[in-house]
């Protein structure tokens, strides 16, 4: 306890302490000096880089979508236009608890089970931070409201307006047109991210598809104030997007529709084309399907109905749908034995009913061959050929031309190809050569191929647009136009895409084919065995003249693997129905191409079709008068 | 002369008062309040910025510091003597309050550290520490020779180690770790050897790898992320970078105040507590940040001024430490938001928004005042 006994020394206390405060001192003086350096450091070497991060932190650019282009046809009948959709949007970092949020939701909302699961599939679809997804697509006045109302408890939802893909004409334009899509992860991965910021659709069939670039638009932006939880507080400033252009097509809703009352309800296709300028004016194919479902994404129970459904609704037939042409060949086979000086007008052969290739047993029959062997046509030239539509004639007119001059000089024609300038999944057909069944089939060319391509049968397959093609180059005499959909726009591939040798024919083989195919159609109150095939169906009252020619085309193979009723497998065994014509003569204003599967005969069944359509054509749609379905939508 | 002859006047000599006026009437010490008025009216100024123009918060922030001026005065009135007398009582109180929070604290986001006295009181005991401890420790040295020995060096370290340990393991290692310095800053005025303090800093560096592996995931996280914020920079990181990227962009004299982006967009956080200092340097720049160390600065040396003045060891050591564990507070907090410490919740003094710890701050004002008006001589 010594030191507790000692005097303190106070003098020597306070000058520890003086030392010590003056030593503290220097170290606090020290310290902030280093804060100074610091702060300093961080104020003038980092400045520039903080200013901008600061900026980029601040500053959000916002893609403003641009309006995608109306689609209208000739009239102006809008056949795509846009409508608003309430969409519920997500930002995924705001949502506390997706389980609960998603019960409480479906609740309010009476939202679907596979709602529910495509809410979820599309709210982890986000790539950057607190951006929105939609989840939920055109939201009722109703679901709107009792989402308003409850929205307090759904931090991270909201109700958001854009404009969706709207097709007023519905199933009618549904192959003519195409459709638009939503933007999967698959097409995202291959499409410029710029140019589609905030654009949700893209167009994935038909003229949608084709002119996707001018329909599209050139994406906007805002430049926004943002806060750190993405809010937006202000606009700075920004460019206005340019909206797509509009496409003017040269489908006329009126002739549409007459070519689908004309179908009846009957499965097949009708193209119809302007022979003065390639324009196609009709494109149909039934049956068909709403494209208004798949624009926001289609139900799996709704698509499934479609994709399994045995009439195939979203089968394009009239672009991709491949037929033997049958006897609606005859015509072009024709040209080419004139043009080839092979037959002239006058020469004629003697039908018995049936051919026989010289050292063969097979018979090759005509259509009205019977048991008895009274059948045939008896003396036949090239026009008699047509428009009683003689098969003996054309078996040896086309084994006297032989298969090489049948595969090349048909070509011009268009057959073989797809020379559509703006249908990107038209089918190409199938024009058969030596060299095409060596490769395909590794056989040789037998000279029984070459009598059935005579009357268009065997390997051959066209599509009704390529038939109708080939009508409007005759309909021409010669000059061929390819065919599109959309007017005033410039190919520069429009040379490429026309068939080689076409418009190559002498003038003299024009007027005896014309003139056999205006026989089908108006030779009448003739003896037994001398009017036209197709007179007595739609040939007596007829105003104005029509070249036509019908056509049966054999059907190939049933689809195997389901099953269906025998009777249904009966009607699916018979012949499709094909009849081509133009109108009038002397003046063509539209070439067609008519198909009915499993239609029966062609002049029985399809020209009746045909006839009605031009009927409409001629008579009433080229009269100016605006269709009913057109004025309904009409700006 | 001597400290122990002036400690048994009571009440301090009567004829400073008269001719001092009001302040000395108050045992105030103009100077100080010159300079305390002065930054707390540059702190309301920025926190009326940093909450976004909310006068609502400056009221509250007005109210609190009046009530910390109010209880500066209070406790300025205490004599010197009495606090002294009673700072091993103090400390006492203090420490059974930190062992009241096991059985009766309340937990708060993982960690006690609050005692509620329904209707009553609600507080934290680990504030009265931060006072209590330098006053019992300068009440101990002021009882022995100084330069310490040994003895009283081990055993002002327990009397440090043991309130610092219980608040650490609430766990708040922020206030745990200010307050054993606070402590140890008196250890050091009393005249703590050198040659102690480096064989205890070899000891720390030595076992500093094993504290690694004792402290707690978090705490590892804000050490790893003050290295390397841009390791987590959406997490642990965004805060510091953000703060950063806010003093940064400052420049010079700053965007002006209430048009700082950072913290108006809400991407700094904490902009009114922990973290205004990034608003005051992104608004005033460089300029407003070396004005605010100046008041600091002055501040402190006020605060030397008050202590060498002082008449005993108690006093001394008292004001001593309270000044310096006030510069502590300011380089750690303004050192973490500048990306140089790791993130520890240590408020800016006296601008930071928030309750306690500025009662606390004013009642460490209050005992200077006390110290320093009570006295018979004036050197400084």
């Known amino acids: ?635 | 002369m001597s400290g122990d002859f002036v400690r048994r006047l009571p009440g301090g000599a009567t004829s400073f008062r008269n001719h001092r006026g009001a302040f000395t009437w108050f045992n105030l010490d103009p100077w100080l309040m010159l300079i305390l008025l002065s930054i707390v009216s540059f702190g309301l100024v920025v926190l009326h910025s940093a909450s976004d123009g909310n006068w609502v918060v400056v009221e509250a922030q007005l109210v609190r510091l009046g009530l910390g001026f109010g209880l500066m005065i209070l406790i300025a009135q205490i004599p010197p003597y009495f606090l002294l007398r009673t700072a091993p009582l103090l400390y006492g109180l203090g420490l059974i309050l930190l062992l009241l929070i096991y059985p009766f604290g309340t937990e708060v986001n993982g960690s006690r550290r609050w005692l509620r006295v329904p209707g009553v009181l609600n507080f934290q005991p680990s504030e009265l520490m931060k006072l209590f401890l330098p006053m019992v420790l300068a009440w101990y040295f002021h009882e022995r020779h100084l330069p310490p020995g040994l003895k009283p060096v081990l055993v002002s370290c327990l009397l440090l180690l043991v309130p610092a340990g219980l608040i650490i393991v609430q766990p708040d290692l922020g206030t745990g770790l200010m307050i054993a310095t606070s402590g140890f800053l008196v250890l050091i005025l009393a005249g703590l050897p050198w040659r102690y303090m480096l064989r205890v800093g070899a000891l720390v560096l030595i076992s500093a790898p094993a504290l690694w592996f004792v402290i707690k995931d978090y705490q590892r996280g804000r050490i790893l992320t003050m290295f390397d914020p841009e390791r987590d920079p959406l997490g642990a990181g965004w805060n510091i970078i953000q703060s950063k990227i806010a003093i940064g962009s400052g420049g010079f004299s700053g965007k002006g105040l209430l048009n700082g982006t950072q913290s108006h967009l809400d991407f700094l956080p904490e902009s009114s507590t922990d973290f205004i200092i990034a608003v005051l340097a992104e608004e005033l720049g460089f300029l407003g940040v070396v004005s605010l160390l100046a008041l600091y600065g002055l501040f402190i040396l006020r605060g030397l001024m008050m202590s060498l003045n002082a008449q005993d060891t108690f006093g001394r050591l008292l004001c001593g430490s309270i000044t310096f564990t006030f510069s502590v507070y300011v380089f750690v907090n303004i050192g973490m938001v500048s990306g140089i410490l790791p993130v520890v919740g240590v408020p800016l003094p006296l601008v930071s928004y928030g309750g306690t710890a500025l009662l606390t701050l004013f009642a460490g004002f209050g005992l200077m005042m006390s110290i320093h008006s009570h006295r018979r001589i004036t050197l400084l």
């Open chain 1, 1 to 635: 306890m010594r030191e507790a006994l000692a005097l303190k020394d106070h003098r020597s206390e306070s000058q520890i302490y003086v030392e010590r405060a003056a030593t503290g001192a220097v170290v606090v003086l020290v310290l902030f000096s280093l804060l100074i350096l610091r702060v300093g450091y961080l104020q003038t070497v980092q400045y520039s880089d903080s200013v901008a991060r600061s900026e980029k932190n601040r500053v959000q650019v916002v893609a403003r979508p641009p309006v995608r282009g109306l689609i209208l046809d000739r009239q102006g009948v809008l056949l795509a236009d846009n409508r608003p959709s309430r969409n519920l949007e997500v930002i995924p970092e705001q949502i506390v608890n997706m389980e609960d949020t998603l019960f409480h939701l479906a609740t309010v909302l009476e939202m679907s089970e596979e709602e529910t699961a495509r809410f979820r599939r599309l709210s982890g679809r986000t790539t950057r931070r607190f951006e929105s997804a939609p989840v939920l697509f055109d939201l009722s006045d109703e679901q709107v409201a009792r989402f308003e109302a409850n929205r307090f408890r759904f931090p991270g939802l909201s109700v958001q307006a854009k404009l969706v893909r709207n097709y007023p004409q519905g199933a009618l334009m549904a192959h003519a047109v195409g459709s638009v899509r939503r933007i999967n992860d698959r097409d995202a991965a291959s499409l410029n991210a710029t140019a589609y910021a905030s654009t949700d659709h893209i167009g994935k069939l038909g003229v949608e598809r084709f002119y996707e670039t001018e329909l599209l638009g050139q994406v906007g932006y805002d430049r926004v104030e943002a806060n750190a939880r993405g809010r937006m507080m202000r606009v700075l400033d920004g460019v206005k997007p340019i909206n797509g252009q509009n496409l003017t097509l040269y489908l006329d809703a009126g002739l549409q529709a007459a070519a689908d009352r004309a179908l009846d309800g009957r499965r097949g296709a009708v193209v119809a084309i302007d022979p003065k300028t390639g324009g196609i004016l009709a494109l149909l194919s039934r049956p068909a399907y709403d494209p208004n479902l798949f624009v926001q994404g289609i139900s799996h129970q709704n698509y499934n109905a479609l994709r399994t459904s045995m009439d195939a609704p979203l089968f394009n037939r009239a672009i991709q749908g491949q037929y033997q042409p049958g006897s609606t060949l005859k015509p072009f086979i024709g040209l080419i034995a004139l043009g080839g000086s092979t037959v002239t007008v006058s020469d004629s052969i003697e039908d018995p009913g049936w051919y026989q290739l010289p050292g063969n047993e097979r018979l090759y029959r005509d259509w009205n061959w019977t048991k008895t062997n009274d059948g045939g046509h008896g003396r036949v030239n090239i026009e008699k050929a047509l428009y009683r539509s003689c098969n003996v004639y054309f078996y040896d007119l086309a084994v006297r031309l032989g298969i090489d001059r049948l595969s090349q000089d048909l070509k011009q024609f268009g057959f073989g190809q797809a020379s559509v300038l703006d249908l990107p999944d038209a089918n190409a057909g199938l024009l058969p050569s030596r060299a095409w069944k060596r490769a395909t089939r590794k056989l040789p060319w037998y000279p029984g191929d070459t009598v059935n391509l005579g009357i268009g049968h065997g390997d051959i397959l066209v599509t009704p647009l390529q038939m109708a093609a080939a009508v409007a180059a005759l309909a021409n005499r010669g000059r061929w136009v390819a065919p599109r959909m959309a007017q005033n726009q410039s190919f520069e591939d429009a040379a490429r895409s026309s068939p080689s040798g076409a418009g190559q024919l002498p003038e003299h083989v024009w007027e005896p084919i014309i003139g056999g195919m205006e026989k089908v159609v108006h030779r009448g109150n003739q003896i037994y065995g001398e009017n036209g095939t197709a007179w007595s169906y739609i040939g007596r009252d007829i105003e104005y003249r029509m070249a036509g020619k019908s056509g049966t085309a054999q059907v190939v193979a049933i689809e195997q693997g389901e099953v269906y009723e025998a009777s249904i497998i009966e009607e699916r065994k018979r012949k499709h129905a094909w009849f081509i014509a133009f109108a009038p003569i002397e003046d063509p204003k539209i070439a067609l191409a008519v198909l009915l599967e499993n239609g029966g005969g062609g002049s029985e069944y399809a020209a009746p079709v045909a006839r009605e359509i031009i009927d409409y054509y001629l008579l009433e749609g080229a009269g100016g008068r605006v269709p009913d379905v057109a004025m309904a939508r009409r700006q």
